[in-house]
């Protein structure tokens, strides 16, 4: 029997291997290899991404690297070029990936995509439906949260950020030539239609483009009772279209709207203070759940702040709203004379 002041023998460490491949994560585990994507980071910060081929060399103003002197090394180490300039080497986390990738339009920011996962509750073995797909940022973070048990249907209507988007999702999963990721499909074409004729059904449904308010309707009839839609909108006018037009909508509940601001801080000795710079607007985020078929939200006891949707607004009336402004078209343009933050419930 072993007492407490007998010396601990430590275990001898367990090898992990590499990443099962049917995860499909994207990410490795144990010595680079050919092919593989690293990342170098210099002292001063600066970044390279480049895909590791035998026989190649890496050229910076401080001389160069061989491929081959990285392949095969665990990643996490320090090189030297020729010119004696010190590199930090890994592999590349998708957070980094993402804003690194080439663009066709604008992605979704790391933080904003983390919002989303886990607010939107994108969960394993989910059916999400995204639209559009742009440059495939928000895809990489959607088919990590689903897993293999789950799908992607991600749809776009321009076909040259489609294929930026499917070079950037092959790339990042290590999606053989030829083939395509399981849990993907990608389909060219406008979500308000293309989602309707596809006929499928979604527990999670994320709009990032200009007008989502335009794909509201495809949206409530694919989700399922219980599901999300979740809006990613850049502008207070949008935001406001959006939310009204939800709550228009009537079967879904009340829209949650927020944003996130990221602040890093310096922490050195003594001098622990915010940093000077911080990651403030990117985007606003919208959630709201679909209600089952015929349900109705319990009406809402809050009444709108005084002149909220008075006469200089011009956008989509809840029913429940007492109208005070001149008739509109439910689906008129959004009003560039709209509520700008000012016109919030109180
Ligand atoms: C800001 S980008 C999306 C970026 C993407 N979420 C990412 O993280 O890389 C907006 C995309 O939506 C597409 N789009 C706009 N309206 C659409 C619609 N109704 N149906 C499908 N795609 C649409 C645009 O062509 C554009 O590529």
Not at 193 to 218: F, N, Q, T, Y
Not at 299 to 312: E, F, I, S
Request: hydrophobic residues 40%; glycine residues 10%; proline residues 9%.
């Amino acid at each position: 029997m072993s007492s407490a002041s007998d010396p601990v023998e430590p275990a001898p460490p367990v090898e992990l291997g590499d990443v099962p491949p049917e995860a499909w994560s994207g990410v490795h585990r144990g010595p680079l290899r050919a092919g593989e994507w690293i990342r170098l980071v210099d002292a001063k910060g600066r970044k390279h991404n480049f895909a590791l081929t035998p026989g190649k060399r890496f050229f910076s103003n401080r001389g160069h690297l061989e491929h081959d002197e990285l392949i095969g090394c665990e990643e996490g180490f320090t090189v030297q070029s020729s010119g004696g300039a010190e590199y930090l080497v890994f592999r590349p986390l998708l957070s980094e990936f993402v804003v690194s990738m080439p663009r066709g339009a604008a992605v979704v920011y790391p933080k904003d995509a983390a919002q989303i996962v886990a607010l939107a509750d994108v969960f394993p073995g989910a059916r999400v439906v995204e639209a559009g797909v742009g440059s495939g940022a928000l895809t990489c973070s959607l088919l990590r949260a689903v897993g293999p048990y789950g799908r992607v249907s991600s749809f776009e209507r321009r076909e040259e950020f489609a294929e930026v988007a499917r070079r950037n999702v092959d790339q990042f999963f290590g999606v053989p030539e030829g083939a395509a990721h399981p849990s993907w499909t990608l389909t060219l074409g406008d979500l308000a239609e293309a989602l309707p004729a596809s006929g499928e059904r979604a527990d999670r449904i994320i709009l990032d483009m200009l007008a989502p308010w335009e794909c509201l309707g495809a949206a409530a009839d694919a989700l399922v009772p219980g599901g999300i839609v979740c809006a990613y909108v850049a502008t207070t006018t949008q935001l406001s279209r959006f939310v009204e037009t939800v709550r228009v909508h009537g079967g879904f509940t009340e829209p949650h709207a927020w944003e996130s601001l990221v602040r890093d801080w310096h922490v050195e000795g003594l001098a622990v203070r915010p940093g000077h710079k911080m990651i403030g607007h990117t985007a606003f985020l919208v959630t709201a759940r679909r209600l089952a078929p015929g349900a109705r939200p319990p009406r809402r006891t809050r009444r709108p702040a005084p002149g909220a949707y008075g006469v200089d607004y011009t956008g989509p009336r809840p029913a429940d709203v007492a109208h005070e402004g001149p008739e509109v078209e439910l689906d008129a343009p959004a009003s560039s004379t709209g509520p700008d933050g000012d016109a919030t419930e109180s």
